[in-house]
């Protein structure tokens, strides 16, 4: 076997796409190399060169895709951090190479439009967030919760109905809710309190339309249940 065959050809070059943090989203990255066959195994490999390529994508493809597509440098340092060392996977092999990543600007641009909209859905969640700890704040509040959930829905009490009937519904709404809400702060547990606050933003809604005023009461039986599970 030639000297080229045992050593390869210095300075070997080639591209591949390596997928980043950002799920769809691709690094390019070049690679320069070199190979060599271990004397014992001359004749024991068919084409070194398609596997010293594969190893040393291989070698790099879980470190760089540790890191978002805009992260280039950190990506490109991990990676070549990985090749300082030659890679002996395959015991007929001695590779060594190096590795520079590039982001080309289509992609780069992608990667900031998600950010941007990630960005924008963090804010909003947090916005809400902000809004449902404020009115848990004022539900809990002993001196001012009812009377403010009194005069927040006293329209509709006093619309078609018997506004003593339609006031005592509320608060029994507000005692049960409140009630719930105690429970599930204590317990903590998110899941509990997600359906809670979805299950307050229903009856809110209900309140604000005495047209579905009928809904009410099938809210307040489904809190007391809770209550009465707890109990037992």
Known sequence: MDNAHRTGDPNRKFSILIES?????????????EWRIREENQDKILNPDAVARSLLADAVRGKVAAHPVLHTNEAEWAANRQLSKPIV???????????????????AEEARVRTAAANRVRLQEAAETARLDALRDRLFSQDLGLV???DRYADSQFTDGDPAEKTASAVRAFKTLTHALRQDSMRENPNDTALLRARMEELIT???????ASILEELIAFLARRQEAEVK
Request: glycine fraction near 4%; avoid cysteine; proline fraction near 7%.
């Open 21 to 33: 943090a950002d799920r769809g989203l691709y690094f390019e990255a070049k690679f320069d190399y």
């Open 89 to 107: 996977t395959d015991e007929r092999l001695l590779i060594t190479g190096q590795v520079r990543l590039w982001t080309p600007p289509t992609v």
């Open 148 to 150: 403010w959930w009194i």
């Open 206 to 212: 209900v309140l604000e339309n005495p047209k579905l």
